[in-house]
């Protein structure tokens, strides 16, 4: 009876037994095929995500550093490909598809958070450009690197007084451009105006010349006279501007009247001229040099070195009369034009040096003009005094117009 028993148990172990082994094999055989499937799965899953060229640096990182987290994170492996002839590149994902799907969230919500750029412009004065831009672009590079804004100045081919700065950046990115380049702009006029209120003012009210000659009538030679020689001719010939219509910013250096008056030209010339009549000061102030300069002669239309007695500075002058001295009959006084502001004076003759040939290097800087269509309301044509001081003060004599 017992032995009856234990075969029927036997086999019916050995049936348990083989089933659990059949169902274990199938399970594991699905297992393996679910990781076959899933291995190949992520060997061929990849997502292309499109990235605005403005941010693609940020979203690389210094040295690559956000990408390397995106990487980290996700377990997927991000490069980015770059297209020169599009205005996005493309950020190539691969990797699982739980591992490219997170990488493609922290993609786009880099790509959200990122500002909106925008474009802008402001107008600069032209006069202002050269520190803008700096020595060979340093500082308008520097303006374009501490405020993240890139920057672009329109050229000047027109002539204008007036350029135009394009920024291209977030909203505050531009405002700290443009805080950068107002504050340059307030530097140069500042600059300027100092510069200017160093030069001595060589403007004097008629009443306070003794004696006191109007402009000389051959003033308006001090540009293109025929008898000087011509080296001095060279220097006193004046452009024309390409562009007729493009304001100048001058000096009204000497007034003689509304009709007749003289300007200088705003620029680099004006501390040129600066230091040219402080050399001249400098080296016609002592006597030996005055000595070795002496002129035993003058002849009109001579081009000469003088002295200006209101401020005791030497300057250069064309010599266009020679009469006696009305106070001493046995010396002669000249009546000499200033060149480079436009007024004049009487200088005795042995006040009077030879110009050195080396200070014609500067163009001769007085400028003769009128106002067009103006004219004396007296029919004689002739300028009342009241009128001419009133053109004077309208025109701020030796102040930049």
């Not at 001095?232 to 009709?259: F, L, M, T």
């Not at 070195?305 to 009469?323: E, K, L």
Request: aromatic letters at 6%; one cysteine or more.
């Amino acid at each position: 009876m017992h032995n009856k028993l234990i075969v029927p148990v036997a086999l019916g172990l050995s049936l348990v037994t083989v089933s659990a082994f059949v169902v274990y094999y199938v399970f594991k055989k699905d297992e393996e095929e679910e990781e076959v499937k899933k291995v190949k799965t992520a060997r061929i899953n990849m997502i292309e995500v499109a990235v605005p060229k403005a941010i693609v640096a940020g979203l690389i990182g210094r040295g690559g550093s956000n990408i390397k987290d995106i990487e980290k994170i996700s377990g997927a492996k991000v490069n980015v490909k770059e297209f020169s002839d599009k205005d996005h590149d493309i950020c190539v994902i691969r990797g699982r598809t739980d591992a490219t799907q997170i990488a493609e969230t922290l993609i786009h919500e880099f790509i959200n958070q990122q500002p909106l750029n925008i474009e802008d412009t402001m107008e600069v004065p032209s006069w202002a450009c050269g520190r803008i831009i700096g020595s060979q672009g340093e500082n308008i590079n520097s303006i374009s690197h501490r405020s993240g804004a890139r920057i672009k100045i329109s050229s000047n081919g027109d002539k204008t007084t007036i350029r135009k700065v394009t920024f291209l950046g977030t909203e505050e990115q531009i405002k700290v451009a443009k805080d950068l380049i107002e504050n340059c702009v307030a530097q140069e006029k500042c600059r300027r105006e100092i510069e200017q209120s160093k030069r001595s003012p060589r403007h004097v009210q008629s009443s306070s010349k003794s004696p006191s000659p109007t402009p000389s009538a051959n003033a308006n030679e001090n540009n293109d006279d025929a008898s000087g020689d011509s080296q001095v001719q060279r220097h006193v010939k004046y452009k024309r501007p390409e562009n007729r219509g493009a304001p100048i910013e001058v000096y009204v250096s000497a007034v003689s009247s509304p009709s007749r008056f003289w300007v200088q030209f705003v620029g680099p010339q004006v501390t040129q001229l600066d230091l040219l009549v402080e050399e001249m000061t400098e080296y016609y102030g002592k006597k030996e040099n005055r000595e070795n300069h002496a002129l035993s002669h003058v002849s009109v239309g001579q081009v000469v070195a003088a002295v200006f007695r209101h401020d005791g500075r030497w300057y250069r002058a064309r010599v266009h009369d020679v009469r006696p001295n009305e106070y001493d009959a046995t010396q002669q006084v000249a009546d000499v034009f200033f060149l480079d502001y436009g007024d004049s004076e009487y200088v005795s003759i042995y006040e009077l040096c030879e110009l050195r040939a080396d200070l014609l290097r500067l163009r001769f800087q007085a400028m003769e003009c009128f106002l067009a269509g103006v004219r004396p309301r007296s029919d004689d044509d002739i300028w009342s005094p009241e009128a001419i001081e009133r053109f004077e003060n309208l025109v701020h004599v030796s102040i930049p117009l």
